[in-house]
């Protein structure tokens, strides 16, 4: 595989060169206004690095699974949800979830929210809340505030 060792940032959180994806495919998930770029991929590296980005307003899968993410916030404010823990975050801030814990993110500040994610490259599947997980979700009222707000 061939691939050029400098890929400058251009306009908007792009890279040259990067595909700007669809987040996930079409139907699989809940999810709104938001894209992917592959940064890095190597086979002998064992993990991906991803941007991923929400237009204002939008949202990534409330979802779990075993593998962890290591998150950066790198555009805009928006808050997030990490297991009953919701935070407001801002450039730079580091995001650490665990696995087998609900996670979500939110642009809800009226602003596009992107974040760096690393993550392995062979993975498990996310989860989606059950009826039942989404019932123990939302007992906790700042939880319920935070999936309610879209
Ligand atoms: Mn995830």
């Not at 940064?39 to 237009?55: G, K, S, T, V």
């Not at 990534?60 to 555009?75: D, G, P, Q």
């Not at 009953?84 to 596009?112: C, N, S, Y």
């Amino acid at each position: 595989m061939s691939r050029p060792p400098f890929r400058s940032a251009q306009s908007n959180f792009t890279w040259e060169g990067v595909d700007l994806l669809a987040y996930k495919e079409e139907g699989s998930a809940p999810f709104k206004d938001i894209t992917r770029q592959v940064l890095f991929q190597d086979q002998n590296l064992e993990c991906e690095l991803r941007y991923f980005e929400m237009a204002a307003g939008g949202h990534s899968t409330l979802e779990r699974h075993e593998h962890v993410h290591a998150v950066m916030i790198l555009r805009g404010h928006g808050h997030c949800l990490v297991g009953d823990e919701v935070r407001e975050v801002a450039p730079h801030d580091l995001v650490t979830i665990d696995p087998m814990t609900w996670h979500q993110f939110k642009a809800t500040k009226g602003e596009p929210l992107g974040f760096l994610c690393m993550v392995n490259a062979a993975r498990d599947r996310p989860q989606l809340p059950t009826v039942d997980d989404l019932a123990q979700l939302t007992a906790n009222p700042t939880v319920r505030a935070f999936l309610e707000n879209s």
